[in-house]
């Protein structure tokens, strides 16, 4: 037997177990010789992240089932997972969103179980700080541990809503305001009354939906300057437009092109004909040219190309036409306490006067947003204290290359810093959907894994141990620290 030591097998830290860091992990498994993984969440469960971690039977997913599959080579995986759970809906039906969730937890299993030994570690624990050790990273857990790993990715989600403007600090405090729809808790109003919703997208139709549900004594005012709803998809089709718009038209080209082929197809069509090419065209616009576009033709493009499930849609106009729920334009300018209520100054919009609505809850559905230097995150400001994050261009979210690997504040790419997921919007635009994030992370996950072999190019060791039993979904950290369930 020779005396020279076995190579080390590199770690990677994968930071948030949502949909990006599930798939992430499962495609850095999926590499033969590739690293081990530290999946690490703060939330109960892993893999439901904030869009599937609902239990509410109306939240729908807002894309089609046959296109919701995990894995890009795999189209039909959802579908017949769906049959498989004796849910043959089939492939044009949009799916409750906690069943997706359900899916995403069994392809997590399923990988914990084929797994060669060592190679999957679940954490339940938040991560709060980041700094550099050596050639890797060291992690600071909220639970009090230091974790060392090769490498790192962010894969975090949204940061969450900021506050409205005009909230006072005590309407703030108050517990009839929901800061975050997500993680409040929306039960607590009292009976009857009315709720203001800030926001009238997508956001605002789940609380809506939520709330009419469970509290049908409210009525329900949403309030956003443009009062815009999301538009719906269609009971079935109509197919993608294959049209290619080039690589650099300008973002007044863009639309005007995409208006005139609207008028001889669905608008829906011509849309998502686009969309296989929008990261391209989103890279090869200048700065300028990418604020331009979100300036004019970002509200636009959102309520068309987020699309309801037509059964969503109907719900929401049911509520219209009932006189539950009042979407209106206008711009609130104060919310404040008043007594056992808050009172929120607005002014319709084109109207000249002021209103003052007394409501018994108001939530934020204002919808995530990226502004770093105004995330409450703590793992955010160590990173930004330490200049080794920065916003992108446009402000929506961390700065990243084309490899998704993190820029610091003096401009170079970190080699083993990776983010993934929607807050790489500033790179990509269009990375907020499964059908993208999957790509993006299949990539990452095969980029990352070739450079940490090429550092480290050697055979792996055998395995020696089994990997801790994993009984997902997972409810708390209680096992062992994590080193010693590796060979
Ligand atoms: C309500 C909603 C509905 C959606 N519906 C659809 C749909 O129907 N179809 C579609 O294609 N897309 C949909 N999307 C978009 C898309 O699926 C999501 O954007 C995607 O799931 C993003 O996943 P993520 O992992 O990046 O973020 P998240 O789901 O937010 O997950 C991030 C995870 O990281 C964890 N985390 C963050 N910081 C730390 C830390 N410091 N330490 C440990 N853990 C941390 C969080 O707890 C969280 O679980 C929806 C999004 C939302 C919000």
């Not at 038209?249 to 669905?266: K, N």
């Not at 620290?481 to 060979?487: R, V």
Request: hydrophobic letters at 40%.
């Amino acid at each position: 037997m020779s005396g020279r030591p076995l190579p080390r097998r590199p770690t990677v830290a994968v930071i948030g177990a949502g949909f990006s860091g599930l798939m992430t992990a499962l495609s850095l498994l999926e590499q033969p010789d590739g690293p081990r993984v530290r999946l690490i969440e703060r939330r109960k469960a892993f893999g439901r992240g904030a869009a599937y971690s609902t239990t509410f039977k109306d939240h729908l997913l807002n894309v089609r089932a046959s296109n919701m599959s995990a894995f890009p080579d795999q189209p039909d995986h959802f579908v017949n997972w769906l049959a498989t759970e004796g849910e043959g809906t089939g492939p044009t039906a949009f799916a409750q969103r906690s069943r997706y969730g359900a899916y995403l937890q069994a392809m997590l299993a399923r990988a914990a179980e084929r797994s060669e030994a060592g190679r999957l570690l679940l954490e339940a624990d938040g991560v709060v700080g980041l700094a550099p050790q050596g050639a890797g990273w060291r992690l600071t857990c909220a639970m009090g541990r230091d974790l060392d790993v090769d490498a790192v990715v962010l894969a975090i989600g949204n940061f969450p809503p900021h506050q409205p403007a005009g909230l006072t600090d005590a309407a703030a405090k108050s517990p009839r305001f929901a800061a975050d729809p997500w993680s409040s808790d929306l039960s607590a109003a009292p009976d009857g009354g009315q709720a203001v919703l800030i926001g009238t997208g997508m956001t605002m139709v789940d609380v809506a939906l939520r709330l009419a549900a469970e509290r049908p004594d409210l009525k329900l005012l949403a309030v956003s300057r443009r009062g815009l709803l999301p538009h719906r998809h269609l009971e079935s089709g109509p197919a993608p437009l294959s049209w290619d718009p080039g690589r650099r038209p300008t973002a007044r080209r863009l639309i005007r092109q995409m208006r005139f082929l609207a008028r001889s197809a669905d608008w829906r069509s011509v849309i998502d004909g686009v969309r296989p090419h929008v990261q391209a065209i989103w890279r090869g616009w200048t700065a300028d040219e990418r604020s331009r576009f979100l300036r004019h033709a970002r509200p636009w493009w959102d309520i068309h190309r987020h699309r309801l499930a037509p059964g969503v849609a109907a719900q929401i106009d049911d509520l219209i036409r009932s006189g539950v729920l009042t979407v209106r334009a206008g711009r609130i300018s104060r919310i404040a306490e008043d007594g056992d209520a808050l009172s929120v100054d607005w002014r319709p919009k084109r109207e000249p006067e002021m209103q003052t609505t007394a409501a018994c809850l108001v939530v934020n559905c204002t919808g995530p947003t990226g502004q770093l230097a105004r995330s409450p995150d703590p793992l955010i400001a160590d990173l930004a204290r330490q200049q080794l994050i920065r916003p992108d261009q446009q402000d929506l979210g961390l700065d990243v290359d084309a490899l998704g690997r993190l820029i610091a504040a003096d401009g170079s790419p970190s080699p083993t810093l990776y983010s993934i997921g929607p807050v790489t919007r500033g790179a990509f635009w269009e990375i907020t959907s499964v059908p993208d994030i999957r790509v993006q992370a299949a990539a990452l996950a095969r980029q990352l894994s070739a450079q940490l072999r090429e550092r480290n190019a050697a055979p792996w060791p055998v395995r020696v141990a089994a990997v801790p039993d994993l009984d997902l979904p997972l409810e708390s950290h209680d096992r062992p620290p994590a080193q010693e369930a590796w060979i």
